[in-house]
């Protein structure tokens, strides 16, 4: 049987505009219909860091705005999802806040509570900024390939 709203988001993840690298981070497999719903969901990816429990999430909360005004058993649910990760309360709390502070107008890293991989991640898959010196090796590794990938963009002509 087809999941119709898993193969919704895939079709997404074409929005995202940037190349896929061979790293295949957790950022770069969420889309979204426009670019502030692509950006909080990078931020999202960003706090959950597991594929599986991104996109569990993501069909039942594809917005900021579905979880921000989520009613409370939501959140248990939300949980349920965030349970093998571990600090699930933890993480909900923290991505119902992020949420709404989302919808406010706040941005990484004015969002309270957002740590330095998810400021940093939101700066190279959102802002798109290559210049960044992440902490985190795999965003590290990404930067590199960035880089040496508009290298040779450069060299044969191709801009974007």
Do not use: C
């Amino acid at each position: 049987m087809i999941d119709y709203e898993f193969e919704y988001l895939l079709l997404q993840v074409e929005n995202r505009g940037y190349p896929e690298s061979p790293l295949l981070l957790p950022q770069e497999m969420v889309g979204g219909e426009d670019e502030d719903e692509h950006s909080w969901r990078v931020v999202l990816a960003s706090m959950i860091l597991n594929d599986e429990a991104i996109w569990k999430f993501l069909i039942d909360w594809p917005r900021a705005h579905n979880v921000a005004f989520a009613p409370s058993d939501a959140h248990r649910r939300m949980a349920r999802y965030l349970r093998p990760l571990g600090s699930h309360h933890k993480r909900t709390k923290e991505i119902v806040e992020m949420s709404r502070q989302w919808i406010m107008g706040l941005r990484p890293p004015e969002i309270d509570g957002n740590s330095q991989y998810v400021i940093d991640a939101y700066r190279i898959f959102v802002e798109n900024q290559i210049n960044v010196a992440p902490q985190d090796a795999k965003l590290a590794r990404y930067v590199s390939w960035r880089h040496i990938e508009n290298s040779r963009a450069h060299r044969s002509g191709i801009t974007g």
